[in-house]
């Protein structure tokens, strides 16, 4: 008679516990999913995303970047044959844009005399950007609507348009 009041106690406590750490682990759950809902924005609001430094170190740390990828882009073309000369200098042609721009808008920002001008030109080819963007996906609509593009490819597509709005929204 107590072996089994003992294995009820022992029972109880077990799910006690269990009810406890479902209790707990639903309050953590519940603060993460919050945290992660608002900390985002929050630390967007506060302008607080780029951390550990200036302008100036964030700037040289993109050209250095840029600037590796372009030697690469070139280490990479010296060993392909030369039919494929074309798709390295898009390569190149687009990571010197960037690095020309970049270098413009440090020159702008060192000299102070240009730096609304460079802001502008950033601003500029962001809504150029933007705009190219949306022909495109008007041209992914009615090719959608002819039926000549699927629902799965039209979403492919759009996907690759999106994530070209989140990269030039980032820079």
Do not use: C
């Not at 390295?88 to 808008?105: G, K, P």
């Not at 190219?132 to 629902?151: F, G, P, T, V, Y």
Request: no cysteine.
């Amino acid at each position: 008679m107590l072996a089994q009041w003992l294995k009820i106690a022992y029972n109880l406590v077990s799910i006690t516990s269990l009810a406890l750490g479902l209790v707990v682990f639903l309050g953590d759950l519940r603060d993460a999913f919050l945290q992660g809902l608002t900390l985002p924005p929050l630390i967007r609001s506060r302008k607080l995303a780029v951390s550990g430094g200036d302008e100036a170190s964030e700037r040289r740390a993109r050209q250095k970047k840029l600037s590796a990828a372009l030697r690469r882009v070139q280490e990479l073309r010296e060993k392909e044959a030369p039919r494929f000369a074309a798709r390295y200098d898009a390569f190149a042609n687009f990571y010197q844009q960037r690095l020309d721009v970049l270098v413009a808008d440090a020159e702008a920002t060192e000299a102070g005399t240009d730096v609304v001008s460079a802001n502008t030109g950033r601003e500029r080819y962001r809504a150029v950007a933007r705009q190219i963007r949306q022909a495109e996906r008007s041209a992914l609509m009615a090719l959608h609507a002819e039926n000549e593009i699927s629902d799965g490819l039209l979403q492919v597509l759009e996907r690759e348009l999106d994530l070209m709005d989140q990269r030039v929204a980032e820079e």
